[in-house]
């Protein structure tokens, strides 16, 4: 079973909300990864990291062009961290991937797991 999967991407006109998920497996909870990243990548823009879950510490961070129209959760329940998207512009169109490490960072080869990614297509 992969560490990480990633599901809930799709088409969604500009102005609507998607949620995606990040399935985390138990391999990857043994693995002691308490920080859970999402980045997302386009053909216009290298990997970029958009917000950080850092469950030890209990704080998130979020990337300062996407602060205020998403937001991270995770549910314990499911062992799933999500990320709801608000206020979608066609700039927000690209492959969204989780990540995780033992810590937060912007840096994308700081995290050594990676799910497979799941595209959002933002579009009338």
């Known amino acids: 079973q992969p560490p990480l999967v990633e599901s809930g991407g799709g088409l969604v006109q500009p102005g609507g909300s998607l949620r995606l998920s990040c399935k985390v497996s138990?391999?990857?909870?043994?693995?002691?990864?308490?920080?859970i990243a999402w980045f997302r990548e386009s053909p216009e823009n290298a990997r970029e990291a958009l917000a950080c879950?850092?469950?030890?510490?209990?704080?998130?961070i979020y990337r300062e062009s996407v602060r205020g129209r998403i937001t991270l959760r995770r549910v314990k329940s499911v062992s799933t961290v999500y990320l709801q998207m608000n206020n979608l512009t066609s700039e927000d169109t690209g492959v969204y991937f989780c990540?995780?490490?033992?810590?937060?960072?912007?840096?994308?080869?700081?995290?050594?797991?990676w799910g497979q990614g799941t595209q959002v297509i933002v579009s009338p």
């Open positions: 990540a995780a490490d033992r810590t937060c960072s912007d840096y994308v080869p700081h995290f050594t797991s």
């Open positions: 138990r391999d990857a909870w043994n693995l002691d990864f308490s920080a």
């Open positions: 879950l850092n469950m030890r510490a209990d704080t998130t």
